[in-house]
Every structure is written in C-alpha cells, then in structure tokens.
C-alpha cells in the first residue's frame, strides 16, 4: 500500500509530525501549479520565494530519506491544477491512499475536501500542527455575544498558553497590554537594523517561471531574493530581530519614515506563514528576552500580541466568515483602483513611498498597510474587493485566510465592523505625527481646501460626511461628527467639493 501525501507552498514546516519516521510506502508531493500563480496577480518575489523555499523543502526531505515527487512548474507532465495532477500521481505511483495537511485557505480547503471525498476513506486530512488555536476557537468564545473584541481573545490566550502570566494568572507587569506606551514617532535614532538576510540567485527558476508564462508585477530581485529558503534561514532572522528589533519594537510599532523602509519590524511574516516558524518558539523566545531583561516589557507585550492575538484571531475570523465575507462591501464603496497602484507614481509622498517600497521588497509595515494605503483607498472610496486583490498579490506574506480579514474588515470596514470596533481613517495630522512623510510633500498637510491642500484632510471630513447615516452613531466617532456639526456650511460644501475633485482625478494626484 502506497500512501500519497500533500504538502502545500505554505506548508513547509519540517518538524510536522508526519516527517517523524521515514516510512518507504509514503510518497510526498509538492507542485508548482498555474492554478496558485493565477488566482490573484502575485508580486514576483511572492511566486520565487515560495516556488525556492519549496524546492528547499523537497531538497531537504529527500536527504532525510523520505520519497519526494516534485512537479516544477515546466515538468510537461504537470496539469497545473491540484486535482489533476492528484490523479497523476495516485496513478504514477499506485497510491491507495491520500492524506493532506488543512489547508488555510477556504478556497484549497473546499477543493481539497471535495477531491477527498471523492476518494472515500482512503482519504484523510491532519491538522497542521501550527496555530495555536483551532479554527473555531475564536467563534466558540465569542457565541452569544453580540461583538467580537480581539483584546478578550488575546488575553483569554495568554491564560491558555500561559504566556507573560504571574504565578497567580494575573499579568506580568500589572497591566495585559502596553499599547499606549507604544506610539512614539522614530527621530531617526536608534538605526534602523542592518538588513543581513542572506541573498540567493533564483535566476533558473525566475527564467522557468517567466518562460511557463506565469504573470507577475513589481521587482523579483531573481538575482539576490532576500526571503528566508529554509527553517534555518527563517531562525537566523528570528536571531537578528531578537539582537537588534525587538527591544524597539514597541516605542515605534506606529512610526512611519521615509529613512526606513521597516524600521523595528521583524520581517518575520512569510517565514511564519509558510510555516518554516511556529508562533509558539517565536513567542516563547520573545518572552525570554523580558524574562532575561534584554527587552523591556512593553515591546515584548506588543511583540506577543501581534501573534499570539492578533494573527490566530484573524484566523478565527476568516472561518467564522467565509465564504462569502470576501463579497462584504459595507459602505458600497466603487471606484477603481488607480494606476499607480502597480508603478508608485503619486505625487503624495506618503503613498509614493509606501506603494514604492511594496513593489520594491513585497513589504510594508503595518501602519503602512493600514494608516497610509489602507486610509487612503477607504476614505476615496476604493473598491474593496480590488483593495483585497491588490493586497492578496503584493504582499511577500500574503496568504488569504490573514490578509482578507486585515484588508476588507480591518482596514476597508467592509464588513460593517466585524474587524474593526470603527474605521481606520485620519487626514493628514495623524501622518505628520507618526513620522517624516509630510516633510517635503508637494501637499499641505495643513491645508484642507486649495490645489495644494493635502487630499487626505478633505477626503476625511467628506468620508465622515458621506456615512453619517452609517457611522455617526458610533461613540468613537462622536468627537469627529461633533465637529462635523460645528462646521459652517459653507466650509463643508467646500471640503465635499474638494473630495470630489480628487475623487475625480485620482490617476494624477
Ligand atoms: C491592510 C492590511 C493587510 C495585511 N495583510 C497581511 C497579510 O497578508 N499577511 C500577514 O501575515 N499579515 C498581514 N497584515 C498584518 C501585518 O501588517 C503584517 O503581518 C506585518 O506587517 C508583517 O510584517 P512583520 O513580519 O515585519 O511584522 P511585525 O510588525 O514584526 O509583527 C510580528 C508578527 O505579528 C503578526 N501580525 C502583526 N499584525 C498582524 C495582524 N494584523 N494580523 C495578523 N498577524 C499580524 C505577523 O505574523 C508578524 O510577522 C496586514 C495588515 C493590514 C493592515
């Protein structure tokens, strides 16, 4: 008896259990299929990094003896789809059994689950030994009530693992969360760490992808790929963000600067969501670093959050939602997504340096993500399904099961506040405060009306405007709708007509 089994792009974790024992009668598969290069537009270096890793990954799981079929993405014989190329390789191999890891994404777990079925009993899906909580988690706590708050989900997290916990349960420091002391601006100093992630040139595979026909945008870098191979690789980074990020990471989690393209973040996320780190030695060997003293408590705190709550809380999200949460589109927002999405040529500096730099390394940081290109697509009223396209394909760590609940609910409100308890947005004084963007900006960040007023003073006020209806109930926004109310009419009428105007020309602004 042959088993056949599946590993998927984002499934390269080496200590998952069924690498345990090398047993003769299992043959591993992985596949470079058209249909995960093709459902989305992808950023080039998302295609050649997780295309190298899982090359590595076959590499490494033949010199530990196991069988490996690998279908290259220009293998003639490769179907590019998973089904196909499933009862390629169950006939190739005279597999009487299939097992597959549980896929992240709704999308490969209904394609999966189905093939599966088809099969019978000989098929069988196993947890992927990651998360560290199930995929219902989140829903189980939150049944009956009628909001979900990510901070409950957090700390009930903490107990669970026991993570930054006294003795008595209680949390270390007094206090389960430091996010105020969290949100200094970066005057330029300490340094931005160096970047020393080892370069690879992935020139052959780069050339078969292109060659296969596989479309792609922004700078694949085929000749010095800077994402982690192997498990470790990723270590090694986990090393040099615990030497020289972390002890910053919380004073400048928010900052923005257009000296530092990721300032104390640990660029951990592709190593993570591929799977070559778990978030369980990552958060244990952060906690370690406060119980050492080398870091202070509230960078450690906002570290582990980031992980420990928000990223296994989007998961819980996604598959309470889905399907169907990727249709949400709660303020019925429209409009196309300008151009220069795709080549970074905007006049507002802001956006030229964060729409720059995604194309440029597949990465922004958060507040990137969410306060400058996130801000700017909700408050012009950017269709939210192609905010997500854009999103999904860019982004080096973008897999769906994060990313829709980060851009659709987080960032774009679609889905009426499931994410986000109000709508990420702010004019221009809220960028001037977290950093160095407005420096030297062609726009005014004072100026709200006038061809030279910052467009995201009048978008805001406009954005307000436009869902009273929707949002002026929410006591979050009191204070803003209360001056909205304050205002003379005709400063309003001019704020709506100024926001139309660049809603109107948003190619050139
Ligand atoms: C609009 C938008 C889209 C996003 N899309 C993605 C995505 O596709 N994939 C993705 O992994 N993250 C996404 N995020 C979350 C976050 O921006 C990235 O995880 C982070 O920027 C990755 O860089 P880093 O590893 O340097 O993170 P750090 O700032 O060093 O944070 C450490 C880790 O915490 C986790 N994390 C932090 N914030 C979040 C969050 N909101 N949700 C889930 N995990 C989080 C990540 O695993 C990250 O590696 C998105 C955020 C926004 C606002």
Redesign the pocket.
Known sequence: MTVLRLILGDQLNPHHRWFDQVDGAVVYTLMEVRQETDYVLHHAQKILAIFAAMRDFARHLRAAGHRVDYLAIDDPANRQALPANLDLLRDRHGATAFEYQAPDEWRLDRQLADYARHLGPSARMVDTDHFLSARDTAAALFQGRRRWLMEHFYRHMRRVHGVLLEPDGGPVGGQWNFDHDNRKPWPGLPAEPDDSRPRHDHGVLWRAITAAGVGSFGDPMADRLPWPLNRAEALAQLDA?LAQ?LRH?GDY?DAMSIRGW?LF??????A??TKMLS?AEVVARVEEEWRRGVAPLPAVEG?IR??LG??EY?RGVYWAHMPGYDDRNALGHDLPLPSWFWTGQVGMRCLAHAVGQSLRHA????IQ??MV??NFALLAGLDPAAVHRW??GV?I???EW??LP??LG??QFADGGLMATKPYVSGAAYIDRMGDYCRGCRYDRKARVGPRACPFNALYWDFLDRHAAALSANPRLALPYRQLARMDPADRKALRDQAADTRRRLETI
Do not use: C
């Open positions: 963000f990020g990471f989690q990721r973040h640990s660029l951990l996320s592709f993570l969501n978030p570290f980031q992980i928000w990223r989007v990465y922004a940081h958060h993500r969410l290109i996130g999103y999904l982004y760590d973008a897999f994060v990313e980060n851009t987080m960032s």
